[in-house]
Nanobody
Framework: VQLQAYGGGLVQAGGFLKLSCAASGRTFSRDSMAWFRQAPGKEREFVAAISPFSSNLYADSVKGRFTISRDNAKNTVYLQMSSLKPEDTAVYYC????????????????????WGQGTQVTVSS
């Protein structure tokens, strides 16, 4: 199983970026997938999750600004980010787990089995 995240970059505050995470090694249509991020000197934190049935969950800090989606035909999960803030600066990681994750665990890193290498997002003020 491999996850390849890309689409990060440098953007001004208020701008937008779209991250992609391409999965390979098996079919991911039944996977629970998520995005986490880690800023320098901080712990990894949950950003958004999408269930095998496209039920979404967001961290309060990104709700209304970020949208997670998936294309099962392409084995890809996306994170559309808008109204970006300097505090969104971090390395963004995608993660996946085969099958459904109960709602109360969907925002926990330990619930996911496989992780991508991360893509840097930098938001300038």
């Amino acid at each position: 199983v491999q996850l390849q995240a890309y689409g990060g970059g440098l953007v001004q505050a208020g701008g937008f970026l779209k991250l992609s995470c391409a999965a390979s090694g098996r079919t991911f249509s039944r996977d629970s997938m998520a995005w986490f991020r880690q800023a320098p000197g901080k712990e990894r934190e949950f950003v958004a999750a999408i269930s095998p049935f496209s039920s979404n969950l967001y961290a309060d800090s990104v709700k209304g600004r970020f949208t997670i989606s998936r294309d099962n035909a392409k084995n890809t999960v996306y994170l559309q980010m808008s109204s970006l803030k300097p505090e969104d600066t971090a390395v963004y990681y995608c993660a996946t787990r085969n099958g459904r994750i109960i709602t109360s665990f969907r925002d926990r890193a330990e619930a996911y089995e496989d992780w991508g290498q991360g893509t840097q997002v930098t938001v300038s003020s």
